[in-house]
């Protein structure tokens, strides 16, 4: 069960109903979800009506192997007990409404390109599963989650694959995961512009209670690895954006930089796979920043591959190693992380957390922490407490485990 945090939208039960009201009001109720009971009383209260359909899919945490999904490399990401809920019914056109910032329905048309507003995300499904021949004629569509966006935790792959899913199944298609995240990554990468991997949309389907997920992205190969742990969440306060941040010139450079080692290494297939004992001389050869974007991708090959086998083995404290060089990495080679991220790290290091980093695409967003079991409330208050007094505000920090993937919550 997960606290939601219901933004701009008051949310209380009342006798056996519920109510969503003062959307003027920036009161927060903490409320419990389980279920798509939520998403439904939205749905009822916008559109006066059932939903026929309620899919749901999680957030992610990358415990390592950071930019690697598009350089070829393996990736180690879990779910996080925190999700997006898409509850739809077919109708003539699109309409969307959603319990975060924006409080009136909106109407989409199925044609149109993208606006920069979230409901890209979802239109951007529409789209791809009308080339497929899977997308309803039009829907009423209800998003409500407890995943923030801008804090590197996967929202938008929770929201597409989730739109895929509901939208799917309203057209009479009980889509494959695999067809799931390829209608998700096509949304986010043509459709929103962001250039990014696969990883993401990966583990919010294909995701499984209790365990992380060994993605070798070179040959798609999935190996789920056994994470019993809780993990928490610290937030930096800095929110990233995707679309127009620091990522895409990032991927550009990577890109760049493997067409500059091919004029030395042909049939190099990727960035990722570059042999380790080259690094030096391939560092030699290329332009800055070129040479510090491939140390980090090809050390962080080595480091993703070191974290499963610790992983695997339990053995949590060279887990934990291993995130905190991975940080170092992205701080020094990789330029995709925020100064408050690097103190975070360095706080929590400090009062005895086997690890933590930053998670996601960067530029923002939020650490992820591995501690000793039962510590990690008052490693988080004591960092946080340290932060406070450098940055005036106090990072709310969360547990979470490793949860559960895509669902289609109900069907009528
Ligand atoms: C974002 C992208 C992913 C991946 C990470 C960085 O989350 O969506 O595909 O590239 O950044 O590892």
Do not use: K
């Amino acid at each position: 069960m997960a606290a939601l945090r219901v933004s701009y939208v008051t949310y209380c039960r009342q006798g056996t109903g519920y109510l969503f009201n003062g959307i003027h009001s920036q009161a927060f109720l903490l409320v419990i979800l389980s279920s798509a009971e939520p998403v439904t009383a939205l749905f009822h209260h916008t559109y006066g009506c059932s939903p026929a359909v309620v899919a749901s899919a999680p957030g992610r945490v990358n415990l390592i192997g950071e930019h690697l999904d598009y350089n070829g490399g393996p990736v180690l990401p879990f779910a996080i007990d925190r999700r997006t809920w898409v509850a739809a019914t077919p109708s003539r056109d699109f309409t969307l409404v959603s319990s975060g910032t924006d409080q009136a329905p909106i109407q989409r048309g199925g044609e149109e390109g993208a606006r920069g507003h979230w409901s890209d995300y979802v239109m951007g499904v529409v789209r791809e599963l009308r080339r497929e021949g899977n997308a309803p004629a039009g829907a009423r569509l209800a998003v409500l989650s407890d995943i923030e966006a801008g804090a590197g935790l996967s929202s938008s792959a929770a929201l597409t694959v989730a739109s895929a899913a509901a939208c799917g199944r309203l057209a009479g298609e009980e889509l494959s995961h695999e067809a799931l995240v390829d209608t998700a990554f096509r949304a986010e990468y043509d459709f929103v512009g962001v250039r990014c991997g696969r990883m993401d949309q990966t583990i919010v389907a294909h995701a499984i209670a209790g365990t992380a997920l060994f993605f070798d992205t070179a040959t798609e190969a999935r190996t789920t690895v056994p994470f019993p742990y809780e993990a928490w969440i610290i937030p930096t306060g800095v929110a990233h954006v995707l679309a127009d941040g620091g990522f895409n010139a990032r991927r550009a450079e990577c890109e760049e930089a493997l067409r500059l080692c091919r004029q030395r290494w042909p049939s190099l297939p990727t960035l990722a796979s570059l042999d380790p004992s080259l690094l030096a001389e391939a560092v030699g050869t290329l332009p800055p920043p070129l040479g510090r974007r491939l140390r980090h991708v090809v050390t962080e090959v080595e480091r993703t591959r070191q974290a499963a086998v610790a992983l695997e083995g339990g053995d949590i404290p060279a887990l934990g190693r291993l995130l905190v060089a991975g940080h170092e990495s992205l701080r020094v080679d990789f330029e995709s992380t925020v100064d408050e991220a690097d103190r975070l790290v360095d706080l929590v290091v400090g009062q005895g957390a086997y690890g933590a980093r930053l998670t996601g695409a960067g530029w923002g967003g939020s650490v992820v922490m591995l501690a000793p079991e039962g510590r990690g409330r008052e490693i988080a208050d004591a960092a946080g407490a340290a932060f406070a007094r450098l940055y005036g505000r106090t990072p709310a920090a969360w547990q979470t485990r490793a949860a559960g993937g895509v669902t289609v919550e109900r069907a009528a």
